[in-house]
């Protein structure tokens, strides 16, 4: 399955990340890095989780960089086969996206998307459909 992250997000002209906090941009460009090596799993959410209590404290619950982080644990949850805690960030960081950019942005678009992965992940195909349609008619 592929997981649309924030880095990928950010180099295709998304939203940016850490907004001039080193400390968050650093931790969540390290967690990036980790996600990418095989078995730093661990590391890379422990990583995570300080940016979103750094983002937190910040930003708040609903600012884009909480989101980016939660889409990245969700990405890391998801390669150890763990749906439920996907789904859990991934629904998240779209309530954020729907909160912050709207319906009809394509970051939104890529929400949908990683929840319709999740879900066919899971084995709930009608909701993965569901959710991968939403994305396609945005992204049209």
Request: net charge neutral.
């Amino acid at each position: 399955t592929h997981t649309h992250t924030h880095t990928q997000m950010a180099d295709s002209g998304g939203v940016g990340v850490g907004g001039g906090d080193n400390e968050f941009a650093t931790l969540f460009k390290l967690a990036s890095s980790l996600i990418e090596q095989q078995g730093r799993d661990a590391e890379a959410l422990k990583a995570l989780e300080r940016c979103l209590e750094l983002g937190r404290a910040k930003h708040g619950e609903e600012h884009p960089d909480t989101a980016a982080v939660y889409i990245q644990m969700g990405s890391v949850f998801s390669s150890r086969g763990e749906s439920d805690r996907a789904l859990l960030v991934f629904e998240k960081a779209l309530k954020i996206h729907l909160a912050t950019l709207g319906e009809q942005h394509s970051i939104t678009a890529r929400s949908y998307s990683n929840l319709g992965n999740a879900y066919h992940n899971k084995g709930e195909f009608d909701k993965g459909l569901r959710m991968s349609k939403k994305a396609l008619q945005i992204q049209l």
